[in-house]
């Protein structure tokens, strides 16, 4: 293993350990005609809390995940007007389909997606 392989692996085991309390499971849907399967991973979702100070503007909210094929979701299979995740709006709600509008930053390790 190398530098970021060990480094991702400890993520795996610390911020995206399904038994920890800073990520939560959401599902991954390609669209690609059925040749990626959906696939559930562990992610950190970010939901800031809504904008009470009366500006237009508000944080948006994002997910990270590993940038890894079996543990995450990779930067090649992401396709920004396709791929679709299911996060709940407020955590413990049903989840619902959540576009991606941009890929924040990536490397090796992680991927910080901001979604719809």
Known sequence: M?????IKEEMRLTVYDPDGDES???VVKFDDGGV???RTIQAVVDRPAPNIT???ASPEPNIQVLNDV???????EID????IFMVAKRYGQT???RTIKRIERHDEAEI????L
């Open 95 to 97: 989840p619902v389909e």
């Open 2 to 6: 190398g530098f970021h392989d060990d």
């Open 24 to 26: 939560e499971e959401i």
């Open 80 to 83: 920004s007007g396709k791929t």
């Open 54 to 56: 009366g500006q237009t």
């Open 112 to 115: 910080v997606i901001v979604i």
């Open 36 to 38: 990626t399967p959906d």
């Open 70 to 76: 079996t543990y995450g979701v990779t930067s090649e």
